[in-house]
């Protein structure tokens, strides 16, 4: 599937227009542990139809997350505010760039409605980088948090958002709004930031979930890294050192899978022992809460782990 997505028909427009230049880089064959099922199935059917009717975009689907089967099987997907088009063009991301549309104020509301209908205890909300907007789409994170609140006040909210580079005020607003868990992630070594996130700042995001701690010690904060990107495993750990001088809760590192031909190739698939070396030595440094398997996204079994890391936090203050 990969490398149809930029096939082109005669009057559609590449989905990485900034990327047609780049030479091809082989997309390797992933190993057995790798693989998974193709979605089927009536729940699936299910979870899909809920998207479509309401209109609403998924990164589930945007970005190719090969776990779609198993989530929307089981009625949960990760929906992706602000339109299906990012003002970045990051080298590891699926996601269509260009220059987005105008803000659909109306997206909060039939997401809300989707929580109902799919009966979310909890919920992730991310979102493509709005470079264009003032406040780089702040307010509408707000706005989704609130309709959310009003129509489903039971459901747990998890943001995934950009890095508000430039936009001042943005990162405190969200803060505000008190999201359950806020997620940002650094997605990489500090190294490979120029080659892989070129738009983005490693000490910036960095400094923005430290902001979140500051300003509301209550929330939960996540972020995630890819491997097989070329990092060496001492980058790796100085990243994890990185992160628990701003009081991240929760790690996630997952295996990088290249989406096409155009996009940073795979340095390696890494073994899931490592994984678990991975675990360990995270867990050692006094994480919360880490998921590390080469499967393993930012959204992935997110319920589940929420409920852990709640549990975890208590255990924590009763020692």
């Not at 430290?210 to 750990?237: A, C, H, I, N």
């Not at 675990?279 to 393993?296: C, D, N, Q, Y």
Request: charged share 30%; net charge neutral; aromatic share 6%.
């Amino acid at each position: 599937m990969a490398n149809l997505i930029d096939t082109l028909t005669e009057n559609a427009k590449p989905r990485h227009p900034e990327k047609q230049h780049r030479p091809d880089n082989p997309v390797q064959r992933k190993p057995d542990w790798i693989r998974v099922r193709a979605p089927v199935g009536k729940d699936y059917a299910e979870t899909r139809k809920i998207v479509k009717d309401n209109d609403l975009v998924t990164v589930c689907e945007e970005a190719g997350c090969p776990n779609i089967g198993e989530c929307w099987t089981q009625k949960h997907a990760t929906f992706m505010i602000l339109g299906d088009t990012c003002t970045r063009a990051c080298a590891f991301c699926n996601v269509k760039t260009g220059l987005p549309e105008a803000v659909d104020h109306d997206e909060a509301n039939r997401i809300a409605d989707a929580v109902v209908k799919m009966e979310l205890q909890h919920v992730v909300i991310t979102s493509v980088d709005r470079d264009d907007l003032d406040d780089g789409g702040a307010q509408h994170f707000v706005d989704v948090i609130n309709a959310i609140r009003t129509a489903s006040p039971q459901t747990t909210i998890e943001i995934l958002t950009p890095d508000f580079l430039r936009k001042s005020g943005a990162v405190e607003m969200v803060i505000d709004a008190k999201p359950d868990v806020f997620n940002h992630n650094l997605e990489t070594v500090p190294r490979l930031y120029l080659s892989v996130r070129p738009g983005a700042r490693y000490y910036h995001s960095l400094r923005l979930l430290e902001q979140v701690k500051e300003r509301d010690p209550s929330q939960f904060t996540k972020s995630g890294l890819m491997v097989g990107l070329g990092e060496s495993k001492e980058e790796v750990m100085q990243v994890m050192d990185d992160m628990r001088s701003a009081g991240i809760d929760f790690l996630t590192i997952g295996q990088y899978l290249q989406p096409t031909r155009k996009h940073a190739s795979v340095a390696r698939f890494v073994d899931p022992k490592e994984f678990k070396a991975y675990e360990t030595i995270a867990r050692a440094k006094g994480f919360l809460m880490v998921s590390a398997t080469p499967l393993t996204r930012s959204s992935y079994h997110a319920g589940d782990d929420f409920k852990r890391l709640r549990k975890a936090r208590e255990d924590a203050l009763t020692r």
